[in-house]
């Protein structure tokens, strides 16, 4: 498979239609590609909370129209990153979108984990409930976004639904960057999975963010990696190393907490 991973930069001053128009583009020179990626919330930028409620969409709003014409002109499977969703029932919502190769909606995510602890998104968006994965020709997407890549049983429940790559799509602050490489090795070596991760660049709402996009193999191996500006970061890799790799090392066949219920005394 060959994935494009368009590490954006979210720098302010750009306006969100403005954004949604180099974006779209940027996903149209793709094609060739089987897999396209974008950040988190790339339209308002993730730390931008003041924005979330007035940019909010419903999920098939403007930017779910735009990315559904992007991946059909581009032919290809496009995780469209994350939008601020406005329920009309409920809450906002942080929302992942994947479409297939004829601009179908594959499956959307509402993001479980909230950062911010007391303040930001954790209090201005619901939480999602649903794990999602998104069966390709190729290999299982697991969906994930940003903070989530700090709980590893949400990757390890990905794997028990049957998934094979995880995608992540973030707004990861470079003062945290560290963790965000060291993360994503340890999902990937963890679930024995590939992890493709999208970031994004420049600095939004006054927070530099951390770039270095990333793909590591199942054995941990970064296979690439972004630099800390705009990039769009290309890679091949075989999914089928994912099931040599669970033959060779079944680690994951030795797993006893989680499945099931465990014994007190």
């Given at each position: ?22 974006v779209t583009a940027l996903v ?103 794990l999602v994965t998104v069966r390709?020709?190729?290999t299982t997407l697991g969906v ?122």
């Amino acid at each position: 498979m060959r994935a494009s991973l368009i590490q954006i930069d979210v720098n302010e001053g750009e306006s969100v239609e403005s954004r949604r128009r180099r974006v779209t583009a940027l996903v149209r020179e793709q094609a060739g590609a089987d897999l396209v990626v974008l950040p988190e919330l790339w339209t308002t930028g993730a730390f931008a909370y003041e924005a979330f409620a007035t940019e909010a969409e419903p999920l098939e709003g403007p930017t779910y129209e735009a990315m559904a014409k992007a991946a059909s002109d581009a032919g290809v499977w496009l995780h469209a990153g994350s939008i601020p969703e406005r329920d009309p029932d409920g809450p906002l919502y942080n929302t992942s979108l994947v479409f297939s190769p004829s601009g179908e909606l594959a499956a959307a995510y509402r993001k479980i984990h909230r950062f911010g602890f007391d303040k930001g998104e954790a209090v201005l968006m619901g939480a999602g409930r649903e794990l999602v994965t998104v069966r390709l020709p190729e290999t299982t997407l697991g969906v994930a976004t940003c903070y989530d890549l700090r709980f590893p049983e949400l990757f390890r429940g990905l794997v028990d639904a049957g998934a094979e790559t995880m995608v992540l799509s973030a707004g990861w602050p470079e003062r945290r960057r560290a963790h965000w490489t060291l993360l994503a090795q340890a999902r990937a070596v963890e679930n024995q999975a590939f992890v493709l991760a999208c970031g994004t660049a420049g600095t939004h709402a006054g927070v530099p963010q951390a770039g270095h996009s990333i793909v590591v193999d199942p054995w941990g191996e970064v296979l690439a990696e972004a630099g800390a500006g705009e990039e769009i970061l290309t890679v091949d890799f075989d999914p089928a190393r994912v099931a040599t790799t669970r033959e060779q090392f079944p680690a994951l066949k030795d797993r006893l907490l989680g499945l099931e219920p465990p014994t007190h005394r």
